[in-house]
């Protein structure tokens, strides 16, 4: 991809990092980790674009010179602060109203993580998540809509938002046009990644910025919805660090 400002963007549950039994254990795979390195010296941008909170992102993998944008792109890291996005602040009080309302079984394996801005329930370590995954949508559902939130479905997780229309893709919107990128490769696993995907493959079809969107895919839990909207696939973090190791041989430093 020959062009004078390319971005890297990157989700990282599950595409930078292996998924791990709770989102506090999840590590970069060090791979990726020297791959970003790398493309630090040889890209316009690198940033990380995830469900987690800013603050917590940037802990999982902390660089000077990396962007991040956390809560589906409702909070960023901006000059050593988080930056939360105006329209989702008001419904804060909202959440933490919902959320006291809701608690999981105990010992069931499922939990809560609170984000702030957004919250995700986990079900992850259940005995049998196809019936816990019902069982949520029941409880959560009739919850989210008594106090106004948007609920969303993930990776063996429910998203619960505040009904504000921003998403990842919005977010990769911002970082493109700030960033005056005209070329952009962005990598994702799951269903919230989908956004970006999609509006890059709108600025391709505009013939506005080349773009290329990597779907990380996995045989335990395939995502059809993934496949269709990416354009290549890599198998798990470890096919991601090859490729973005391939992509920093490739390009001459800045």
């Known amino acids: 991809m020959a062009v004078p400002r390319l971005g890297i963007i990157s989700d990282f549950d599950g595409t930078l990092s292996e998924f791990a039994d709770s989102a506090q254990e999840a590590l970069i795979v060090e791979d990726n980790a020297q791959a970003l390195d790398l493309l630090a010296q040889r890209v316009a941008l690198v940033a990380l674009v995830s469900g987690r909170a800013a603050a917590d992102l940037r802990e999982c993998f902390e660089r000077p010179w990396l962007m991040y944008y956390g809560n589906h792109g409702l909070d960023r890291w901006n000059n050593g602060e988080v930056q939360i996005v105006p329209a989702a ?94 070329g952009v490769i962005f990598l994702g696993d799951d269903v919230t990644d989908l956004s970006a ?21 996995y045989p335990d839990h395939e995502l059809p919805t993934l496949r269709d909207t990416c ?16 992509i920093a041989e490739e390009l001459a430093p800045l």
């Open 89 to 182: 602040q008001e419904w804060g009080q909202a959440l933490t109203q919902m959320l006291a309302e809701f608690t999981p079984p105990p010992n069931s394996g499922i939990y809560v993580e609170n984000k702030g801005v957004t919250a995700t329930v986990h079900y992850r370590l259940v005995d049998d998540p196809a019936t816990a995954r019902i069982r949520l949508l029941e409880q959560l559902q009739p919850l989210c809509v008594r106090y106004g939130l948007v609920l969303s479905e993930g990776r063996y997780i429910w998203e619960i938002k505040p009904p504000v229309s921003l998403s990842k893709g919005t977010a990769v919107e911002t970082l493109v046009n700030q960033n005056r990128l005209n």
């Open 197 to 217: 995907m999609a509006y890059l493959r709108a600025l391709r079809r505009d013939k506005r910025v080349q773009t290329l969107s990597v779907g990380v895919v």
């Open 231 to 246: 354009d290549i696939t890599a198998h798990g973090p470890h096919d991601v660090a090859r490729l973005l190791h391939w």
